[in-house]
């Protein structure tokens, strides 16, 4: 993939944001337990950050998907995984298939005001009985004249506390082929019946809200149906794809960044007469560190320029995904580890990371989805496996 002058731009103008904007505010934000997404979103949104990839015709740059990543990978300048994390929901997981398949009127509702950034919206799909399991959720929308009335709950979902809207995957008949019988639906989040009350206290990712949300009831009109109905699954699987890359491309600075450092921080620090740097093991571990971290940048390259060419990347994307989980963990714990005790404090760079990168084994498709669908694409999955 080659970055254009357009592409550097974008990552200029986004990091300089970061850096005035977000970066110096981080720390007190992680504290808080809370970021004031509608401020940040507003100010991403003035920046044209929020749609670099939709329809000009709704406020989008219309620029193709390499510029997305390249977005993506330059978020991962923010010294916390949070805020990107609640910033990749809205541009790479919750609107995706609004701005492919939803109607003009859905699109100038929710859509634009999304990428002006003056809605913020989150993504509906796991519930607490099903995770990576998305055949199984129980939320159903029954329909009642002109509306679909939902009822069910959905679990940790990033932005929840604060979204104006939720693309939600809920079924809309009974019975039937799991990947034929949901939908897609835009809920707002204001509408009567609607609990989202309950924060959830999580291991990293603190400045980002996660709520578990209830709907008792929830009526809203059948044309916030995003395309058509039955369609839903197989539109979240096509997000999934964007949603992968976006995880894998935002966590390449995170991790050199961890690395640089750590590099700084055992040059300076001495023990037994000379910088922890200096033992062989420590500086050709971090050499090994970052070999494996460009291999994934060219895999994230590789996938996204067969995605924008309009090839099928999920078995791609799904490697990007299965080795950003790993890889985070393996930085984060070496890095930790040659900090020494410094580096299990909870202020140190690497004690963030290795709070924050843990959920990329588990979200947007579990280390073991991933696999499972890597051996079922590649034909080794067992029958009925």
Known sequence: MQFTDEHKLIRESLRKLIDDEINPHVDEWEEAQFFPAHEVFKK????????????????????????????????????????????????????????????????REFLAPSIAGDLVGCIGVSEAGAGSDVASIKTFARKDGDDYVIRGEKMWITNGTQADWMCCLANTAEGGAAHRNKSLIVVPLDEKGVDRTTKLHKLGMWSSDTAQVFFDDVRVPQRYRIGDEGEGFVYQMQQ?????????????????????????????????????????????????????????????????????????????ASMAKLKVGRLLREVADSCLQYWGGQGYMWESRPARLYRDGRLFSIGAGADEVMLRILCKIDGTLPAGG
């Open 240 to 316: 999934f794809q964007e949603e992968r890359l976006f995880s894998a491309s935002s966590s390449l600075l995170p991790m050199e960044e961890c690395i640089e450092e750590t590099e700084a921080y055992t040059r300076e620090r001495k023990a037994f007469g000379r910088s922890i740097l200096d033992n062989q093991v420590v500086h050709y571990r971090m050499a090994e560190l970052k070999t494996e971290i460009e291999a994934l940048r060219a895999l994230i390259y590789r996938a996204t320029e067969l995605y924008v060419a309009g090839r099928d990347v999920t078995r791609l």
């Open 44 to 107: 991403l949104g003035a920046g044209g950050f929020l749609g670099i990839s939709k329809p000009e015709a709704f406020g989008g740059a219309g620029l193709d998907h390499s510029y997305q990543v390249a977005m993506g990978e330059e978020l991962g300048h923010i010294r916390c995984g949070a805020i990107p994390m609640a910033i990749g929901v809205q541009t790479d997981m919750c609107t995706p298939a609004l701005a492919r398949y939803g109607s003009d009127d859905l699109r």
